[in-house]
């Protein structure tokens, strides 16, 4: 089955930077595009950045561009979000999704806190 598993969230001071990590199992990676999205408390789940399935191709939330950069390594079924110049109002829980057919897949997530 699809598993997704988000690591890398921590708390960090406004300024500063993580890289999150996906680690992708149960459907063929190197064929799907992958996204990243984020939740912050009391707001809805937000699109934060996408990535073909060749990595050739990326696209992102205005709220991050500039800042964030999500790319890929087929070898290793994983998808990352490097993060510089973190905002407080970058303060979510972040989580990996797929496609497949129809079905929508998430990961359980990872926190990211930004503050002083």
């Known amino acids: 089955q699809v598993q997704l598993v988000e690591s890398g969230g921590d708390l960090v001071q406004p300024g500063g930077s993580l890289r999150l990590s996906c680690a992708a199992s149960g459907f063929t990676f190197r064929n799907s595009a992958m996204r990243w999205y984020r939740q912050a408390p009391g707001k809805e789940r937000e699109f934060v950045a996408r990535?073909?399935?060749?990595?050739?191709?990326?696209n992102y939330a205005d709220s991050v561009k500039g800042r964030f950069t999500i790319s890929r390594d087929n070898a290793k079924n994983t998808v990352y979000l490097q993060m510089n110049g973190l905002k407080p109002e970058d303060t979510a829980v972040y989580y990996c999704?797929?496609?497949?057919?129809?079905?929508?897949?998430w990961g359980q997530g990872t926190q990211v806190t930004v503050s002083s």
């Open positions: 990535i073909t399935s060749a990595g050739d191709s990326t």
């Open positions: 999704n797929t496609i497949q057919w129809t079905d929508n897949y």
